[in-house]
C-alpha cells in the first residue's frame, strides 16, 4: 500500500482491505509510521513514539474488533497504558507509568486499535490550545500554521487533520475535543456522562465533566468506536441510558420521522459571535431543512453563565491542588516555579482558597446546568449552536499565560456554547461542514438529550453525505515538508 492510498482511507475501510486480505496490520502501521515520521515532528504533534515495538505488535496482530487491527493513538492524558509513559503536557508530570490499562484502553484494543504513540496536550488538559511549553512549542494546525490547534486534544486532531490516523483517542471536559476538531476540520464528538468509562483507578473526572472519546475523519469511525468503548463499568458512580442499539446501525438507518432541532445564535451575557460562525450556523440550520427536518429558534437555557464558569473553573482549580499535590509527594520535592505553566501555577494558588462548600456548589451547579437546558429542549429532538464564537485563534492567544480566573473568563468567551455540555453531562458533536475561502474551517455543534448519542450520529451521518469533509486534504503549510 502506498501513503496516498492509505491517507484517503477511514478506519473501516482500513478494516474491510483487512477483512479481504487486501492489505495488512503490518502494512497499515509502516505506512502510518512513514507519515507519523514527516508529520509528527513538523507539526509537533506526537509524544513517547513506540515505532519499532508497534511495528512488531502489528506484524504479529490477528484481527480483532470492529476495525480488525489499524494504526491508533492514545492522548498523552491521564489515561493509563501499560506501554506508554503520559506526561499531561507538564514538566511535572513527565514520564509517569501507569503499569496497568485504563477500561478505555483495553476497549481500545478490543476494537483492534493498535497505538503507536501519544498525542500532544496542552498541560494538565486545562487549555484550549495545545502550546504546552513540556512539549517544546506549540502543535501546528494543519490547515494553517498560524492558528491555534486547538485543545486539549489538539496533537490528535492534528494527527487525524493530517492523516497520520483516520481516527484518534480524546477527552473532552470542556470541550477538549469539540475545540480542537472545530480548528482543525474534523468530526469529534463528546459522549454522554457515564457512557464511557475512565476506571479503573478513578470513577469520575472533574466532577463528573470529562469524559474520553475519539476524534475522527468521518462519522461512521466514531459510531463504531462509540460501539467499543461505551458501556458501564462495575462500580463506575455515573450510568448513561442504555444504547438504543449500535451506534453503527444508526447511521446506516437514520430517522423514521423528521427531527425537530432548535437553534441558539446568541451566546449568554451577550457574547458576540462572529459573522462567519453565524453564517456556518445557518448554512447548517439550511442544509437539517433540506434533509426534511424542521429548524426552529429558541431561547437559551436559562442559567447563570458566570456562575457556571466559576463553578467550572473551581474544579479545575482544585484538581491542580490534588494533582500538583501528588505529584509533589511521588517526587519527594515541592513544585518549583518553573514546573508549571502560569496559568496553572496561578490556579493552585486558587485552589488552595478553596473550600469544600465551594466544590460542592459548583456540583449542585452542573447539576442545575443540566436540568436547566434539558428545560430548553422540550419539544426539540437537538440543539443547534455554533462550535466556537469566532473562527479558530491564532497560536498564543489562548497559551497558558496570566491569571487563572481571567484564562477561564476569556476561554468561557470563546467556547461558551461547549463546557456547559460538560457540567449538564450531555452529549455534543462539533461538525465541519463549512469553510472559508482561505481553507479554514467553521464548526458547528450538535447538542442532544442525556443518552442520546445515536440521534446525534445519525444527524452527523446526514450532514456529512450532504457536505461530505473527509475528502479534504489538508492545506499544509508550504514551510512544512510535503
Not at 28 to 39: E, G, N, P, R, T
Not at 255 to 277: D, H, M, Q, S
Not at 367 to 392: F, K, S
Amino acid at each position: 500500500m502506498q501513503r496516498d492510498d492509505y491517507t484517503a482511507l477511514d478506519g473501516l475501510a482500513m478494516a474491510a482491505m483487512l477483512d479481504n486480505k487486501q492489505t495488512t496490520s503490518a502494512e497499515l502501521m509502516s505506512c502510518a509510521i512513514a507519515q507519523a515520521k514527516v508529520w509528527g515532528p513538523a507539526l509537533n504533534a506526537l509524544r513517547y513514539e513506540r515505532y519499532e515495538e508497534s511495528q512488531a505488535l502489528a506484524s504479529a496482530w490477528q484481527p480483532t474488533g470492529v476495525f480488525r487491527g489499524i494504526p491508533f493513538l492514545l492522548k498523552d492524558s491521564s489515561m493509563a497504558s501499560k506501554r506508554f509513559p503520559s506526561s499531561f503536557g507538564s514538566k511535572l508530570f513527565t514520564d509517569i507509568s501507569a503499569g496497568y490499562n485504563g477500561t478505555v484502553v483495553d476497549r481500545f484494543d478490543a476494537a483492534g486499535l493498535i497505538s503507536f504513540a501519544r498525542t500532544t496536550v496542552s498541560e494538565l488538559c486545562m487549555g484550549p490550545s495545545t502550546e504546552a511549553l513540556n512539549n517544546q512549542g506549540p502543535t501546528l494546525n494543519p490547515r494553517h500554521a498560524s492558528l491555534s490547534v486547538g485543545g486539549s486534544s489538539g496533537g490528535a486532531a492534528a494527527a487525524v487533520a493530517a492523516r497520520i490516523v483516520p481516527i484518534a483517542h480524546g477527552s473532552d471536559g470542556g470541550g477538549s475535543i469539540r475545540i480542537p476538531a472545530a480548528c482543525c476540520g474534523v468530526y469529534g464528538l463528546k459522549p454522554s456522562r457515564g457512557r464511557v468509562p475512565i476506571g479503573p483507578a478513578r470513577g469520575e473526572g472533574w466532577g463528573g465533566m470529562a469524559s474520553d472519546g475519539v476524534l475522527s475523519m468521518t462519522v461512521r469511525d466514531t459510531a463504531a468506536a462509540m460501539d467499543a468503548i461505551s458501556g458501564y463499568e462495575a462500580g463506575a458512580p455515573y450510568a448513561a441510558p442504555p444504547k438504543n442499539g449500535s451506534y453503527l446501525d444508526a447511521i446506516k438507518v437514520g430517522f423514521t420521522k423528521p427531527l425537530k432541532i432548535g437553534i441558539w445564535r446568541a451566546g449568554w451575557n451577550g457574547i458576540g459571535i462572529v459573522p462567519e460562525c453565524l453564517e456556518a450556523l445557518e448554512n447548517t440550520a439550511q442544509l437539517c431543512r433540506d434533509l426534511g427536518h424542521e429548524v426552529i429558534d429558541i431561547a437559551l437555557a436559562e442559567i447563570d453563565y458566570d456562575a457556571y464558569v466559576r463553578a467550572h473553573g473551581t474544579v479545575l482549580a482544585t484538581n491542580i491542588v490534588l494533582s500538583v499535590d501528588a505529584r509533589a509527594k511521588a517526587l519527594g520535592r515541592a513544585w518549583r516555579e518553573d514546573d508549571l505553566e502560569e496559568v496553572i501555577r496561578d490556579g493552585y494558588e486558587v485552589g488552595k482558597t478553596l473550600g469544600a462548600g465551594q466544590y460542592v456548589e459548583a456540583i449542585n451547579r452542573f447539576h442545575a446546568t443540566g436540568r436547566a437546558i434539558e428545560q430548553a429542549m422540550v419539544g426539540v429532538d437537538l440543539i443547534l449552536t455554533p462550535t466556537l464564537t469566532t473562527l479558530p485563534a491564532r497560536k498564543g492567544e489562548l497559551a497558558l499565560q496570566g491569571k487563572f480566573w481571567d484564562f477561564r473568563f476569556k476561554v468561557a468567551r470563546y467556547a461558551t456554547f461547549l463546557a456547559v455540555i460538560n457540567g449538564s453531562g450531555q452529549p455534543a458533536a462539533s461538525l465541519p461542514l463549512h469553510w472559508t475561502a482561505e481553507g479554514i474551517p467553521v464548526a458547528t455543534q450538535l447538542i442532544g438529550h442525556f443518552g442520546r448519542e445515536d440521534q446525534i450520529l445519525a444527524l452527523s451521518a446526514q450532514l456529512e453525505q450532504a457536505a461530505p469533509w473527509a475528502q479534504r486534504a489538508p492545506v499544509l503549510p508550504a514551510s512544512l515538508p510535503m
